[in-house]
């Protein structure tokens, strides 16, 4: 017999080829590198609007993470003023979700100036 008509033989284990969902693997990644807590801080960033809501979302918006400290952008004052009084409120949402564990605290800057 030779190599063409020799019988199909699977030579390699099935468990190999089985498919591994990707969030797994990037969380690995994320903590082998030692940045895992700022990689879940830009994710609060990113998924802000799910987090807060619609209403603040537009006239709110998460621009960067440094350290614990989860910046937010607002237009006026009165805005900031108000978002001031619901920062409990606020990072109870946040820490509800998986990642939010890395925001400590906010900050709230008026336009995008101070960032």
Known sequence: MNYYNRPYRRTHNKAHK???????????VVQSLGISKSYHGWLVVSNWPDIVG?????????????????????????????L???????????RSYPYGRAVRQLRFVQGEKGL
Do not use: C
Not at 20 to 25: L, S
Not at 57 to 64: H, L, N, T, Y
């Open 18 to 28: 089985t498919p591994k969902p990707i969030a797994g693997v990037i969380e690995k």
């Open 54 to 82: 619609e209403q603040i979302a537009r006239a709110a918006k998460a621009v960067r993470f440094d350290d614990g400290t989860l910046y937010v952008a607002v237009p006026d004052a009165a805005w900031r003023q108000n």
């Open 84 to 94: 001031v009084m619901e920062t409990e409120s606020i990072l109870h949402k946040i």
